[in-house]
Structures are given as structure tokens and as C-alpha cells.
């Protein structure tokens, strides 16, 4: 994946490609939103990492320009600035995630991942598959390997959005936020204990584990 | 040349303006009387010489200059403020009180004139009296002059100029020392304010205006101002108190991982280990510490706000049923009986984000410190005075009486639940969720023991309705 990083704090942005890069991206890299403009008009971009607090252009006005000019590439704002509002001004503005700094490597990783991905599944999709696993988003069954799988509603859309970023690392956070729609810090492992249930409705029974802990990161379905 | 300090004060040059205005004025007045009664006074003179003219020529007319003769004497022995002069055709003096007249002109038509009288007056001085005539001819050549000494009404103007310039005087002077007066008050009011937020800005924060309780508006803004550095106060002790605290709690996690750090340095040169689980610790310990800080911060802005951030009205049931739901499974984890009680239709006013935290952190308590084998309950309900009301109440240790506004504070722990991981923020980010939504935190004992468990804790969350 080619991702524009455009934030002003040097270091920072050196870190941050570096990591994606170790992960297989590729980095252009952009000391401000004016700059940042100038790079993302190059075009070729799977994912904007966008810093919210910048000189000359800051990043709500960058992305701002981006969406009227058409491009819809997916935006990960990051900001110093944690409030809800913080937050709801980032996402109207056109990002479609937001990341409080300072933050996990991990979580930053795993969401420009499921931003790169959530664009190339654009398509409306009715079935599932990760491996042997798989799910009828309309009759609303889940099977692995041809067996029936009972699931709660909740165990069902916590499976349909690991199966959606299937091969990805998924966070805690990212989880919250997404499957229950809360974006707080739950201060006990909440999640860990619907994953270990979903972990034994899914794999109990099979030799391979498709559900699989990522230390330090969260989970990842792997086929 | 620089004034003295009060003629620069602005209620001093209020005033001044003020008697500036005020002096414009009743100069004006003044003078209006002044040539109002001037003005009248000549009418009235006029009025009377006419009257005499018309009776003096009615009996010239009818009776001859003989008559008319007669009669000036007899007018001017009577006295009065008239003066008579009948001349002949020449305008040689023949009857009157006047020895010539004062109108050199023999005109034919009536001629009108203002002139001075030279007498005595009482006291022998001499006096140069105001007066008015006129002057004719009559059918017979001979010419008559009749006029009015008017200088009793010119003496009472003039003394009634007099005595309205004096007033004026008198008003200025009150004025001007009133005005003193209150630039003074006004200027001791302002100055204590003055020194107040002098004394403020010189750092010392404990200083306060006095206040009279008089209801004026100086000693309201005093009121104010108190109100103002109260609150200022309050929050700066506030941030202190917040600062000291994180840098306590934030300075053992560090120098835990410090020590860490240098061990595994220390291990790796000497290639023992390669030092990958070090890091992976420390690296542990610094994303706790951001969550504390983190945490610390939410509750410090949510102190500082004046209102909800991002408010919205919603159901305040279907927050309790998600937080239910995700936390059920955790709490069966520990063998705890989870149960929920939710009312339906709950509305409330307030950030969703905030009031899921706090619920979390309520729930998450009670599954932390209930030990294995009890319950937690979760409830939501309205109460019979309108308020929507968040429950959770566990069979654990409880929380002593002594201790239940402390547990409240930042970074409070107490001594049993320091085997517990967590950083004592807890219920200190659910109360400032709470003042944020004028709302309030309730704690009580719980249900009681309960085969062996502790009397148990009820926190209650309490919002006032949407």
C-alpha cells in the first residue's frame, strides 16, 4: 500500500513511515497540509495519515480541499486533541477514523490497514469467506467447514468485522469502536472475554485456530 | 502640568461635563426670564401710558386745552409714575412734572422713546432712573408728552438677575463639590477593585474585594469579582492538586521502568539476554502510564468545561442494555451472577461517550472487587422525582463509611484494593461525568453479606431528566 504521511512533528514522522514501511507500505512523507496537498495531487495513495495541528494548512483544511476536489482516498486523522468534539469536528471534515496521540504502534498499523481494505471491499458483498469459515450476511448463518455455528447477535457482527479485515491485525479499541459503536477506554479485558466466546463457538472442535491473539496488538482471523 | 489626580479620574470629569451641561442650561433659563420679564415689563408700561394718552386727549378733545390743563395739574399733584409735560406748538413747556421734554423731535405722528430720568433717589443720591414716553401733537399744535418712570420694575429685574446669577453660583459650587464627593466614592470603590486585581495579577490569589452588601452595582461587581477568583482559585488548586498527583503516581512507573531499562541494558552488553522482553515491559508500562494520563486529563477538562461536551438527548436505557451486554460476559468470567433491571424509555441530556465510561467504570469496579461467587447488579430507572437513575451495587467488601467521599478523589486507593490493577481515577473521571451533567454520585452500603461476602457497595449515578 502507497500512504501519504503528512505531520509536522519530524520525528514523529519518521517513526511512523518507518514502522509501515517495516510492515510492507510504502511512505511519502509531508512536513504540512500545504505540502501535503502538493503530494496528494500526485495521486496513487491507498491511505492519508493526517495530523490535525500542522503550519500553513492544518490537516481539517487539507482533507476539506481533498474531499471538494473529489478524491475520496481514506483519511486517518491523528491528533493531540482527544474530545469528543475534537473527534466530530476530524470525521466531518471528511477522515474517516481518528486516532488520539500518543498512540500504540500497533492500533496505528492495524487501523490504516482497515482503511486501505474497507475502500478495495467496496462492493456490497452477501457472503463471507475466511478459510473454511463463512457467512451468509443475508440468511445471517455462519458455518466452518460445512458445520452449523450458533452465534449471538453481537458474536455475529464481532465475526463479520473480523472477517471483513480477515488477515489483518484488529485492536481492542478498534473493536469497541466499531462493533459496539462506544469509543471509550473499557479498563478490564471486556473484549477479550466476547473474543474467548467467539473463540469457542468458531475453533473448539477444529485443529486449526483461526482466530488468533496478536501480542501486544489484538486479534487477526487468519485463513 | 499634570493634574491632581482626582481632576483626571473619569467620575470627576463626569461631573464637570455634567456641571458643564447643567451651568449651558440654566444660563439659558436665566436669560429667557431676564428678557421674558424685560420684555413684559415694557408692555405693561406701554399699556398704562396709552390709557393716560387716550383719557388726556379724550379731554382735550371734548373740553378744549384748558380742560386739559387743568386736568395735568391735577394729575401731577396727585404724584405717581407718571410723567406729564404739555408744550405749546413751539415745544415750550407750558403744564407738567418734567421741564422739557426728553423727546427733542416734534414729530407730527406719536414718537416713542426709552430714555434716563436724572433724580434723587430716597437717600438723596442721584440716580439716573429708567423710563419710557411718548410724544404728539395735538389738533391744536400744542404738543403733549406723557410717560412712565419704569425704574422700580428695571431695579427689580436687575436684582432678580442678580439673584438668579448667585443661585447659579451656589448650584455650580454644590455641584462641583458633589461631584467631589461622589468621584471620591466612586474612585474608593473602583480602587479597592483596582487593588484586588492588582494583587491578583502580582499572583496573590487569596486577595478579595470587601463587599457592603449594599446592592449597588460597584459592590455586585465586587461580588462578582470574589465569585470570579473563588472559581479561579478553585481550579488553579484544582490543577495543582491534579499536577502533584500525577507527577506521584506518573514518578514510580517511571523509575520502575528506568530501572528496568538499565538492567536490560546492562544484561544485553554483557549478552545475556537480548533484552527483547525488557522493552517489551517497558513499553507495557508506558501505555499504562499515557492511559493514566490520559484519564487524568478527560477528568481535568471536564472540570474546566462549563457545559456537556457534544451533548445529545437519548435513551438512557439502550446505554445501560450495551454496557449489560458487554460486560456480562466478563463478569460470568469471574463466576459473578450479572443481572440487569432497565427500565425502558429513560431520556436524558448529555454526552453518550462520557456517560459509557462512567457506567464502565462502575460496572468494571464491581467485577474487580467482588470476589467470585457474587453478584452484580446493574440498574437503570427513573426516580420518582424525574431523575434518571444508573445503579450498580455489588456484594463486595463494601466501602466503610469514613472512606466513601475519599474513594471519590484522584489517584485514592484503599489499602484492600491494591492488589488490583487500576489507578484509582475510576470514580473520580464518573463524578466529574456526573457534575458535567448535573447530575451526582451516590454511594451506600450494599444488599449486606451475604454468605461470608462483605456488606457490598451501591454506587448510584444520578441525571436529571432530558
Redesign the interface.
Known sequence: MRILIVEDDQEASVVMARGLTESGHDCVTAPDGAYGLEEAHKGGFDVYVVDRMMPRLDGVGMVETLRREGDQTPVLFLSALGEVEDRVTGLKAGGDDYLVKPYAFPELIARVEALARRRETGSVQTVLKVGDLEMNLISREVTRAGRDIDLQPREFQLLEFLMRHAGQSVTRTMLLEKVWEYHFDPQTNVIDVHISRLRSKIDKGFDRAVLQTVRGAGYRLEA | MRLPSVFRRTPFRLTLLFLALFAAAASALLLYIYFASRAEAATRAEADIRRELSALTAIYRERGVDALNAELIDRTSKGGPYLFLLMDAQGRPQTGNINESPIVEHAESERWEKFRLSGADARGRVARRAAMGVQLRLQGGELLFVGEDIGESEAYLNRLSLFLWGAAGIVFLLGLGGGLFVSRQVEGALGRLNAVVDSVQAGDLKQRVPVRNTGDELDELGGNMNAMLDRIEQSMASIRHAGDAIAHDLRSPLTRMRARLEVALIDADAGRVDGREAL?RA?DEA?DL??TF??V??IA?LQAASDI??PAVFDAADLAA?MA???E??AE?KLLDFAAQIERGLEVRG?R??L??AL??LI?NA??YTPAGGAVMLRARRRSSGEVEYSVTDTGPGVPDADRERIVERFVRLDNSRSE??HGL?LSLVQAVAEIHGGRLDLAEGPGAVDGSGPGLRVGLVLPPA
Open positions: 517489551a513499553l501505555d499515557l492511559k490520559n484519564t486529563l478527560s477538562r461536551p457534544d450495551d451486554e458487554l460486560y460476559p466478563a468470567d454526552n461517550a462520557f459509557a465510561q464502565a467504570n468494571d467485577i474487580k490493577a487500576g475510576g
